[in-house]
């Protein structure tokens, strides 16, 4: 399963740092947006994000391998396997989180992180901290969901 969450071989080692972060730095709106420092500290954000989640998944592969799903009561067994099927489809989450987390690490590495895909404008601090993978405005984003809202409608 981990194999399965592992995005490209190049992206599974964080590349090496030319900036070194303070250890308390945050970002603020009092500095220039998405300087070296803002940028550094997302790409740590990100990687640190996704090494929790390859880890949790090793977690989930081991005890798979280790443990047998075989209860002998039939309650038991239905317990387990409705517990596994939900811890499967958290890690297949999980796998398509790795791919936006590496979409973002790319969009650093390309100099178009922290700015809306659709309106080209800065994406607020806030909402980056919040979720470091968004790729458009608050206000792009409920846009969006807007039309996709009336496009289901129809």
Known sequence: MAS?????KDGDKPPKSTVALPADYRPSSDEEFMNP?????FRQRLWDWKKQILAEAEGTLAVLQNEPLR???LN?????ETDWSIELRTRDRQ????????????RIDDGEYGYCEVTGEPISLGRLEARPIATMTVEAQERHERQE???RDD
């Not at 399965?4 to 490209?8: K, T």
């Open 4 to 8: 399965v969450l592992n995005s490209d």
């Open 37 to 41: 420092l803002q940028l550094e500290y």
């Open 71 to 73: 209860e002998p009561d």
């Open 76 to 80: 038991d067994r239905a317990s387990s």
């Open 95 to 106: 796998r398509k989180l790795i791919s936006k987390i590496d979409a973002a690490l790319r």
């Open 149 to 151: 809202k009336i496009s």
